[in-house]
């Protein structure tokens, strides 16, 4: 059993192209950082112009530990800092239990 960290928010308005590029040096960054793969994608149903965020931990202590790691790590506040303005409210997360 693992854990999935499913991380989304809506997409500002005429902002795809800077999300986007923004989202993907997101899940370098902190692959480089955690050594967990992160992958992105924008919802195609439900809420057009969602942007997702995917990530699989072996357990909750793991993604603890990736949460603590990116929030002591200068760079990665950098990198969130260049976002401003590219989204509409805040981020959601929903962590789901893998089987």
């Given at each position: 059993m693992g854990v999935r960290l499913n991380?989304?928010?809506r997409i500002a308005q005429g902002k795809r192209d800077e999300a986007s590029k923004f989202a993907s040096d997101i899940c370098s960054y902190l692959e480089g950082l955690t050594g967990v793969?992160?992958?992105w994608g924008v919802e195609i149903g439900g809420t057009v112009g969602k942007i997702h965020w995917y990530a699989d931990y072996e357990d909750l202590a793991a993604l603890e530990a990736a949460f603590s790691q990116s929030d002591s790590d200068e760079g990665y506040g950098e990198l969130l800092?260049?976002?401003d303005g590219l989204f509409d409210g805040h981020a959601e997360d929903t962590w789901v239990?893998?089987?």
């Open positions: 991380r989304s928010i793969k992160v992958v800092a260049s976002g239990y893998t089987m």
